[in-house]
């Protein structure tokens, strides 16, 4: 079986992705070269570190494969470090892809010490209904969304999931639920 989705294997908490895709029985494979994209219908975005993914990502060109990737309608799911890579507007400064067009927060919900799992809500019926857990790990807060971007859940009140076309953006680890629900997601919008 070919596979359909890859996962970006520079840095961080990529290993458990693939976990939930085979829960989600889709094919997948890590990707660490951009021509790796070739043949994929989606791309996660891992957590990690976002400062050293832009490093590792910025000496082959990364940005521009991804641009290409999108443009062939390529699916994104950008998680914690890659949703603050995906944002178009980071605080406190720094580069990113600027594919979405949201402003976020680094570790606003806190250090390494400070993780927590939550509950928090699905609102908007194509992700489903009720509760859906999240796992906070120094993660990022989305605090400015553009009207174009469809708030797909949240914590507290607060866009914790977000969406603008083929792009998703979680602050939180989905990776590390119990449920692969927003793996399922993800790849419904694949097709």
Not at 36 to 65: D, N, Y
Not at 129 to 141: C, K, N, Q, S, T
């Amino acid at each position: 079986m070919t596979a359909q989705v890859g996962v970006l294997a520079l840095q961080g908490g990529y290993a458990l992705h693939g976990d939930q895709l085979d829960r989600c029985g889709v094919s997948w494979r890590f990707v660490k070269q951009p021509h790796e994209l070739v043949g994929l219908k989606g791309l996660i975005i891992p957590g990690g570190e976002s400062t050293a993914l832009l490093k590792l990502m910025t000496p082959f060109q990364w940005q521009q494969a991804i641009m290409d990737f999108m443009a062939q309608g390529g699916a994104i799911l950008a998680t914690c470090a890659g949703l603050i890579l995906s944002a178009k507007t980071v605080s406190p400064v720094q580069e990113s892809l600027a594919l979405l067009p949201i402003t976020v927060e680094r570790n606003a919900y806190g250090r390494q010490l400070e993780s927590f799992t939550a509950i928090g809500q699905c609102v908007d019926k194509n992700l489903g209904e009720g509760d859906l857990d999240m796992v906070f790990i120094r993660a990022p807060r989305i605090t400015q969304v553009d009207p174009s971007v469809t708030i797909l859940a949240t914590y507290h009140d607060e866009p914790v999931m977000v969406q603008q076309g083929r792009v998703i953006g979680a602050t939180f680890h989905p990776e590390l639920s119990t449920s692969p629900h927003v793996h399922h997601y993800f790849c419904h919008q694949m097709c």
